[in-house]
């Protein structure tokens, strides 16, 4: 199993609402959320949670990354229980599942193989065969605010992940480049992030190598180019948001990147009057914001205000 992760803030409620689903008869829950939201860190910290290692005598954690298709999430996940290979493991992987007693699969960014619309059906005809086995407790994570069809989810629904709050930002930030630093510059540079987790991440690890002063200057010239510090999607924040702006769903109502663009120069984002009343140059102005909401490239605030994330 994977380890834990080792900076971890800010999901309290989440946590303990996770455990009390998946604590349930064969629950079947749902982490949703931008990219870089962190999704993955909360499902390993629910992964190793005491009450679910108690409650599960077989934990699974299986990253979706590389499967594209149903066949191939089938093969994956087959690997994970230890399954020999073959064309097609699906009935296999069902098989092996039903004959055990009390396991957590955790399916991690199934959006890799669920977002396009060629092997979505393919995809829900998998997780539906998963949810008729009753001993089984799953647990997927998937960008976007929309979950799979064809699956009982347990309900009440958890709701798609929110950035974090400021003190758990602050704290963060903190367990990772220390305390030394000036807050009022820490609180500059926070406003950068949006409490946006991963882009908390990066940002703190650059302030520990290159210090504060230097990160905002550089941040007033390239924004989240500096941010962009891994090679994979989990550690760069413009790939990660480039993998939202790019999805099937976005492709097929592209007018939706226009209202993108006017949300990302409108701090207070906008009201449901404002969207309707504005005489915005954008056709289908109530499925752009539908398709930005469940991508998760745009989300409500307290207010109800419609707005994008800063780093986006």
Not at 148 to 159: E, K, Q, Y
Not at 195 to 204: C, I
Not at 278 to 288: E, Q, T
Not at 289 to 295: A, C, M
Request: aromatic residues 4%; contains cysteine; hydrophobic residues 45%.
């Amino acid at each position: 199993l994977p380890a834990p992760p080792r900076i971890f803030q800010g999901r309290g409620d989440e946590t303990q609402q996770l455990v009390q689903m998946l604590s349930g008869k064969s629950p079947r829950v749902a982490i949703l959320g931008a990219g870089g939201i962190g999704k993955t860190s909360l499902a390993k910290v629910v992964l190793h949670h005491p009450n679910i290692a108690g409650q599960h005598e077989h934990r699974f954690f299986v990253p979706c990354d590389s499967a594209t298709t149903a066949i191939e999430l089938a093969a994956v996940v087959g690997a994970h229980l230890g399954l020999n290979p073959k064309p097609n493991l699906t009935h296999t992987v069902i098989s092996n599942l039903s004959g055990r007693t009390t396991s957590l699969l955790i399916l991690d960014n199934l959006d890799t193989t669920w977002e396009s619309m060629a092997s979505r059906q393919d995809v829900e005809d998998f997780l539906a065969l998963l949810d008729n086995v009753e001993t089984l407790s799953l647990l997927i994570t998937l960008r976007g605010a929309e979950r799979p069809g064809r699956i009982n989810w347990t309900r009440p629904f958890l709701p798609p992940l929110q950035p974090l709050t400021t003190e758990a930002a602050m704290d963060m930030f903190m367990d990772i480049a220390d305390d030394v630093h000036a807050p009022e510059e820490v609180e500059q540079l926070l406003r950068f992030t949006d409490n946006l987790p991963l882009a908390v991440d990066l940002m703190a690890h650059l302030v520990d190598s290159d210090g504060c002063s230097n990160v905002l200057a550089s941040l007033e010239q390239e924004k989240t180019n500096i941010l962009s510090l891994g090679y994979d999607r989990r550690s760069n924040l413009d790939v990660s948001i480039g993998i939202s702006l790019n999805s099937p769903r976005i492709a097929a109502i592209p007018h939706a990147l226009d209202l993108l663009r006017i949300l990302s120069i409108l701090p207070d984002g906008l009201s449901d009057v404002e969207l309707l009343h504005i005489k915005f140059p954008i056709p289908g102005v109530l499925s752009c914001q539908g398709v930005l909401l469940s991508t998760s490239l745009a989300y409500l605030d307290e207010r109800n205000r419609l707005k994008a994330l800063v780093p986006i």
